[in-house]
């Protein structure tokens, strides 16, 4: 296949041409363009404006957007200019090509749901909290109204759509809370979060390949599906995991609750690296399921352990 790749020269980019290149020719379209394996051309935004400027795809793979500013230093329109309204102009460019048979959307988990009591499905009614979940949100609802009104016309030719939903992605290349905690561990610092008892989905790099490559190549209805590996996992389980990866004792420290929350508060007051929204995301529950995508195509399990995942991601950081 010919594939669009928006936001390719990302982390998650750059793995998905990793993994797709050597079957499909990869197309680029990002803010930067530099030379790189597997990339055919990169081209510019601006290429979407101008007839026979891209040449013609059989599907795109939409991952360009603004992430989570854990720093809270990003302003409410900049989410929406970035992730609204760059898949509002893709997902026209894809509905306007007859060629172009699949178009796959990178959400995110927390365009559902900010908080998870229990286990997160498909079903939930989506209540985003903050303008990087509400402007995944928006984008969702563009897709789908848009795509909606198009199915009503008639003899218009067969596409697939599909909107992803991951938690935490993780693989080389990885930036993050994860670097964070891996370098808070690699000196030797003891963890001091062991009462925050939690468990977390997250998406190794390599079984979201798994899940690209089943949806271009198979016949997987549109609709929106979570991505996660099988596993959840707290972060004390992370810890140890870490520590593996580094040949070193676990340390984890069981200090109060109230004690770290006043922490996080004083360290968000002096721009330190735990601020309450990291704290937060670093001992939340928040578990996903990815039975519905699993069921999509014919699966049992995802091909790589959560913990398996983790380690080809912890020796990266080597």
């Not at 008892?197 to 979201?208: H, K, Q, Y």
Request: hydrophobic share 40%; with cysteine; aromatic share 8%.
């Amino acid at each position: 296949m010919k594939i669009l790749i928006t936001g390719v020269h990302g982390f998650v980019g750059s793995n998905l041409v990793k993994a797709l290149s050597t079957e499909h020719t990869i197309y680029g379209l990002d803010i930067v363009s530099p030379t790189k394996e597997g990339i055919r051309n990169t081209f510019s935004w601006d290429y979407l404006d101008v007839e026979g400027g891209i040449p013609d795809v059989d599907a795109i793979i939409h991952l360009a957007g603004k992430a989570h500013d854990t720093k809270n230093q990003t302003v409410s329109d900049v989410y929406f200019k970035v992730n609204t309204g760059l898949t509002q102009k893709i997902f026209d460019y894809f509905l306007a090509h007859d060629s172009i048979k699949k178009f796959v959307f990178f959400s995110t988990a927390k365009a559902a749901a900010d908080k998870v009591d229990g286990v997160l499905t498909e079903d939930i009614v989506p209540a985003p909290v903050g303008p990087y979940g509400e402007s995944k949100i928006a984008a969702e609802r563009y897709i789908l109204d848009t795509l909606e009104t198009w199915n009503l016309k008639p003899e218009t030719p067969t596409k697939q759509v599909y909107i992803l939903r991951p938690c935490m992605i993780h693989g080389p290349g990885n930036k993050g809370n994860l670097n964070l905690l891996y370098g808070v561990v690699k000196k030797g610092i003891p963890w001091p979060l062991g009462a925050f008892e939690n468990r977390r989905t997250f998406t190794s790099i390599d079984n979201l390949s798994f899940v690209i490559n089943g949806l271009l190549a198979k016949d997987v209805p549109t609709g929106i599906y979570n991505m996660g590996d099988d596993e959840a996992l707290s972060t004390n389980e992370l810890i140890e995991e870490i520590c593996k990866s580094l040949g070193k004792k676990a340390h984890i420290w069981k200090l109060p609750k109230g004690l770290m929350n006043r922490v996080a508060k004083i360290g968000g007051a002096l721009h330190l690296p735990l601020n309450s929204e990291r704290l937060r995301k670093l001992t939340e529950n928040y578990i996903s399921s990815n039975a519905k995508i699993k069921a999509a195509l014919g699966v049992e399990k995802m091909p790589v352990d959560a913990r398996e995942g983790l380690k080809v991601t912890l020796d990266s950081f080597k």
